[in-house]
């Protein structure tokens, strides 16, 4: 039975049939899972779960799925050559890395094995090559091999004059970050998994006879036998309310740039500096989409819970300054945006998983950083045994459950292209009356967007499911026609079509009435 999508809106601000209500029933009966947070760790594990026969929640503060840390990321499926060996974090990244293409065909997201070289450009950093290398076999990652300098400049014409040698990983890819979170989480819906979105976790507190309460705000109260805390920063904030064992974190910002798509033919591969105990570095990447990305920084900011990812402008040239090292001509490439995330570092260490953490069947997860993207089903996997081994959770699978995606759901910005399509053209001519023109994206491709399982109901929501907007104007003429099409497939008035939910809204209200 197909599960229900909700948005915590004010009244008339969406469809009635989406609005999470006062009135809105779930039924009497207890979630035996209740996931708190939907990036890409929690929409795994929801899909995960979907396939067994458990009434599972998805509940996360923001009105789409992804929107926070697992948004901006540097879209790379990580082989974990250069993990710490033996470490959960190094397990976990190696058996995931396995499982991607599987995974990401069947679900439809675009991904790409490109390859990945760590340029050493000192003689001191090509002394460490043979030690990573050393470390990506401790790792499993066997399919690795030295590259003399003459060998990178011949595979990647652009690299730095003063490079000395490389670590070629051949397994490193990239991948569509976005549609890896909304695509696991329209599956497990599908599957029957409960979903509602723009509505805070406030506290988490026992119920009796092992039945835990997620407390939200408006004081709306969702039962749960077991609780899964992937709130990310958020979490510790809110295992405090279940006497969680402390831990202490804080936002480590990184920021990117993003090059025009013209810049795409240039880089072949993913360009890593060698790492060093903070940070992998400043990475020069091409992504799914055609564009190319550098960064990203590590600058670890004070804990507060209403911190927002912002770009700086030192930032931003400390990221030029570093991908120059690497790829000179890259800053005289045409950059068209900026973005920046909050990852959640922990003093304690990364891939910090607490089981019957303050109360009996809560499991908290905090320090999922750079790798969170590539582990999470592998992830997922690992909180489902510790739900049935250490918390008891009894999981029976579900043979009716779905394991994919149709085909018509992959994005329409990947090939053919729908305008490309002559049967889809002959069928509806809306495939050709471009909308973004930036990106080539069609009128019916963003009402097809809005029209997906999940009811996308903000501009970035349906940004991230089209790519209209992200071209080299910004969303400058295409912005408002998308507001018009939100508002005309949802019959919500224009004034409250909103950029990412309440308080972002495109129209200032005075001038709109």
């Known amino acids: 039975m197909k599960g229900n999508v909700y948005y915590n809106w004010p009244k008339g601000w969406c469809e009635e049939t989406l609005r999470l209500a006062d009135d809105t029933d779930f039924g009497n009966d207890p979630f035996d899972v209740a996931i708190i947070g939907a990036g890409v760790v929690g929409c795994a594990l929801a899909w995960h779960l979907s396939h067994y026969q458990l009434r599972v929640l998805l509940v996360d503060k923001n009105h789409d799925v992804g929107e926070a840390t697992s948004k901006a990321n540097s879209a790379i499926i990580h082989t974990g050559f250069d993990a710490a060996p033996g470490t959960l974090e190094s397990r976990l990244v190696t058996k995931a890395s396995r499982m991607w293409p599987a995974v990401a065909e069947a679900m439809k997201i675009p991904f790409r094995q490109t390859a990945a070289m760590v340029l050493a450009m000192t003689d001191d950093e090509k002394e460490l090559l043979p030690k990573l290398l050393e470390k990506s076999h401790q790792n499993g990652v ?28 051949d397994r490193e890819s990239i991948i569509d970050p976005f549609a890896s979170c909304y695509a696991l989480a329209e599956v497990a819906v599908i599957n029957g998994v409960d979903l509602v979105l723009g509505l805070p976790v406030e506290s988490v507190t026992a119920a009796g006879d092992g039945i835990k309460t997620l407390n939200c705000s408006g004081n709306r109260r969702f039962n749960s036998r077991y609780v899964v805390n992937a709130a990310g920063l958020g979490s510790t904030t809110l295992s405090s309310s279940y006497g969680a064992l402390p831990l202490d974190i804080n936002p480590r910002r990184g920021q990117f740039l993003i090059y025009d798509k013209t810049t795409g033919s240039r880089v072949n591969r993913i360009l890593l500096p060698v790492p060093n105990p903070i940070t992998k570095g400043i990475l020069v990447a091409p992504t799914i989409f055609g564009n190319v990305i550098v960064g990203p920084t590590a600058e670890d900011l004070p804990f507060d819970p209403a911190s927002v990812p912002e770009t700086t402008s030192e930032g931003i040239e ?85 394991s994919s995606r149709a085909e018509t759901s992959r994005p329409g910005w990947s090939q053919p292209r729908p305008f490309e399509d002559e049967q889809r053209l002959t069928e509806n001519r809306d495939y050709a009356d471009m909308i973004c023109f930036c990106e080539q994206i069609s009128r019916q491709e963003v009402i097809d967007a809005i029209r997906s399982p999940l009811s996308p109901r903000t501009i970035d929501a349906v940004r991230r499911r089209t790519r209209a907007t992200t071209g080299r104007c910004q969303g400058f003429n295409c912005l408002i026609n998308i507001a018009r099409l939100i508002s005309e497939n ?12 309440p308080g972002s809204e495109l129209i200032y209200k005075p001038v709109a009435e």
Do not use: H, M
């Open 142 to 169: 066997e399919d690795v091999r030295l590259l003399a300098a003459d060998q990178v400049r011949e595979l990647e014409p652009g690299v730095s004059e003063q490079v000395k040698g490389a670590l070629y990983v």
């Open 318 to 402: 400390s990221i030029r300054s570093g991908a120059a090292i690497l790829f000179p001509g890259i800053n005289q490439e045409p950059a068209i945006g900026t973005y920046a995330g909050l990852r959640c570092n922990c003093t304690q260490g990364q891939y910090q998983i607490a089981f019957n953490d303050g109360i009996e069947g809560i499991v908290t997860l905090t320090g999922i950083r750079s790798t969170g993207l590539t582990v999470s089903i592998a992830l997922a996997e690992y909180i489902r045994e510790g739900l049935e081994n250490e918390c008891g959770l009894v999981c029976q699978p579900d043979d009716s459950a779905v």
């Open 490 to 501: 949802s019959g919500t008035n224009l004034e409250r079509i909103t950029k990412k939910g």
